[in-house]
């Protein structure tokens, strides 16, 4: 019933910068916690990065942190993972999700209630 859409896929090549969109038509995303899950061939899917409903907190993995960005606007109900210096391995299937708590320190399916469908982000070497 919630929709959460996910866009800005693309084919990018290694070191170059590449932002994902998030946006949830009848949902109201300043509302929850919200992040970004990717899965790529051969692993598990993996929580990178979300951001508090105050907009002042926000987690990053450690294979993504320093490169990642995670922010919101809130006139727009969108959430943005700004990503730079992408390296192959960045590869997956990247998916938006919503949720109600923050932990701070990690980002687990079991902070999730609501998930988009996905979009390709692919990096060339």
């Known amino acids: 019933q919630v929709q959460l859409v996910e866009s800005g896929g693309s084919l990018v090549q290694s070191g170059g910068s590449l932002r994902l969109s998030c946006t949830a038509p009848g949902f109201t995303l300043e509302d929850y916690v919200v992040g970004w899950f990717r899965k790529a061939p051969g692993q598990e899917r993996q929580g990178i990065s979300c951001?508090?409903?105050?907009?002042?907190?926000?987690y990053y993995a450690d294979s993504v942190k320093g490169r990642f960005t995670i922010f919101r606007d809130n006139t727009k109900n969108t959430v943005y993972l700004q990503m730079n210096s992408l390296k192959p391995d960045d590869t997956a299937v990247y998916y938006c999700?919503?949720?109600?708590?923050?932990?701070?320190?990690?980002?687990?399916?079991?902070?999730?209630?609501?998930w988009g469908r996905g979009t390709q982000v692919t990096v060339s070497s």
């Open positions: 951001i508090s409903r105050t907009d002042d907190n926000t």
């Open positions: 999700t919503a949720g109600k708590f923050f932990a701070g320190g990690y980002y687990a399916e079991n902070l999730v209630d609501y």
